[in-house]
């Protein structure tokens, strides 16, 4: 992956620590995937996944707190309370669904059923990939590190040319 490294050992800089913190281990993994999909009372995370109340508690609160999960009284019984995916939450759904498709394929053997489709077509989703700017699909012999102080940013100017090329395409 080219010549120039991220440093592995400032942690501070680093996505990843920060991520595992909040995240940490299974029962946080399976909680969210519950979350994904649609359960949102502590009765039923408790009876849906089988994990002990205590366990339970404690992985709703660090998820509370690192913002992933909302907590708010239920609206139909405020003395129940309801946990929902923030916008932060939310954005773990790209993470989740490539952490299953590598347990199928490396883990299980074995498609998960019911399968994850587009709601527009009905078809399955592709794999999660690592994708350029202009969206190809990259392999990790296709990636290297760069100082953000030495990237261009692609200017249109440069993309005249092509689009000048689809203008004409499209005119045939």
Partial sequence: ???????????????????????????????????????RHFEEFLSEIGIARNILANRLTRLTESGILHRTPCPDDRRKVEYRLTEKGLDLLPTMI????????WGTGIPSNPVLVDEQDRQPILPVTIRSHDDRVL????????????????????????????RKLSAI
């Avoid at 400032?10 to 994904?36: H, K, N």
């Avoid at 490539?98 to 394929?105: D, M, P």
């Avoid at 392999?139 to 689809?166: A, G, T």
């Fill in 1 to 39: 992956m080219g010549e120039l490294r991220e440093s592995l050992n400032d942690i501070i800089e680093c996505g990843l620590p920060t991520a595992l913190e909040a995240m940490g281990e299974r029962w946080s993994f399976m909680i969210l995937r519950a979350a994904f999909n649609g359960v």
């Fill in 98 to 105: 490539a952490l299953r498709q590598w347990g199928e394929k």
């Fill in 139 to 166: 392999r990790h012999m296709d990636l290297c590190w760069m100082n953000s102080s030495d990237i261009k940013p692609i200017s249109f100017q440069d993309h005249d040319e092509d689009n000048d090329r689809v």
